[in-house]
């Protein structure tokens, strides 16, 4: 049987930094449990643009198409905001998300215990917190046409449209129901039905496909706002949120959060079941590529090492040692190894990017 293949796509800022890291986890794999990865690297975001002139080359395109899984580190930086925006390194992500139609991107937001005190809320109210956001990925209003900057009488209009289909809202609604049923079986579906006609289509689809094909799943909806409030009230309620792509954006920003440290949290962005049976498939941390601390060893594998468990849970089918790279880092977290981003106010020493990825390469030794 050929090798699992993986496209890493590193990006910019921090995103190579923390792929390294990455690297070593994958040759771990390769060495001590005997799976080996066919692996092939290319650019995109800003560095393509460097070198191709376009923040996603079409072959860097075909590739992605081709493989198993493709993961990827982050886009964007300060040099690259003056660019015209179909230039802009943010357009070779949408682009990937786009064509490989990767219609359903988790985003799970669970509290480490030995991170409990880091939140900006109570520790009570944050503490054993385990959800995930189901975000719709390839339409609504950052996908909606009409969309452009016009000219109406002597002044310019911004325009983009929200716009979703019964089936978009249909196969994301599914993914979410599936997804509950492995987990506390309970979806709240977020939208703004009171004001969005897109949001009143929202609400009766997800309920219709709940009612033919999840009858037994807890099904409750709410409106977006409510939802930005109730997640900072008493995020404990919630097991997945399924929601649109712009809410979707904001209310995972706002629940990555909850947890401490943006640079802790993984995401799976999954489309249409391929000829092996598994999704399309593309793993990236939710932070960005964080120009102010780029190239200084500064920052957080973590989250792209647990989008690399994700890849093994959902595009390898390799659960247990997805579960064995999350628990090695649960210990690493556990003995008190803290990158800058984790050091609380009362200080301490913290290590580097790639001392990070050695203690998690460690604690993996040790669960063998
Ligand atoms: C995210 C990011 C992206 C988005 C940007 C980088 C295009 O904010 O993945 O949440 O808006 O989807
Ligand atoms: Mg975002």
Redesign the pocket.
């Known amino acids: 049987m050929a090798n699992p293949s993986l496209l890493i796509l590193a990006g910019d800022g921090i995103g190579p930094e923390v792929m390294a890291e990455v690297k070593k986890i994958i040759a771990w794999f390769g060495t001590r449990r005997g799976v080996t990865f066919d692996v092939s690297e290319d650019l995109v975001g800003g560095c393509a643009f460097d070198k191709y002139g376009t923040p996603l080359h079409d072959d860097t395109m075909a590739m992605a198409q081709a493989v198993d899984a493709v993961l990827l580190g982050a ?2 930086g300060p040099k690259y905001d003056k660019l015209d925006f179909s230039l802009k390194p ?1 357009r070779g ?2 682009r990937l998300r786009k064509e490989m139609d990767l219609y359903s991107n988790l985003r799970p937001a669970q509290c480490f215990d030995a991170l409990a005190d880091f939140s900006s809320l109570k520790k009570e109210v944050v503490a054993g917190l385990d959800i995930v956001i189901v975000r719709e990925l390839t339409s609504g209003v ?1 996908f909606g046409e009409p969309r452009g900057i016009f000219t109406e009488g002597n002044e310019r209009v911004g325009i983009n449209t929200q716009r979703y289909t019964e089936s978009e809202i249909a196969r994301v609604a599914r993914s979410a129901f599936e997804l509950a049923r492995r987990r506390a079986n309970k979806v709240c579906s977020m939208e703004k039905a009171n004001v969005m006609e897109s949001g009143i289509l929202w609400r009766e689809v997800v309920q219709e496909i709940h009612d033919k094909e999840y009858p037994d799943v807890d099904l409750s909806h709410m409106y977006a706002d409510n939802g930005a409030m109730q997640l900072v009230r008493w995020p404990k309620q919630f097991d997945v949120i399924v929601t649109d792509n712009l809410f979707g ?1 904001v209310l ?2 706002c629940a990555a959060m909850l947890t401490g440290s943006l640079g802790m949290l993984p995401s799976a962005s999954l489309g249409a079941p391929m000829a092996n049976g598994r999704p399309k498939a593309l793993y990236e941390p ?1 932070h ?1 590529s964080a120009p102010d601390i780029a190239g200084q060893g500064k920052a957080n594998p973590i989250a792209c090492i647990l989008s690399f468990a994700m890849a093994l849970r959902y595009s390898f089918n390799m659960g247990d040692d997805a579960t064995r790279v999350e628990k090695a880092v649960e210990k690493v977290l556990a003995d008190g190894v803290r990158t800058a981003d984790l050091m609380g106010p009362e200080g301490g020493k913290p290590v580097s990017t790639s001392q990070m990825g050695d203690a998690v390469i460690a604690a993996l030794d040790a669960s063998l």
């Open positions: 886009v964007g943010e992500l949408l950052y954006d995972s920003d939710v960005g």
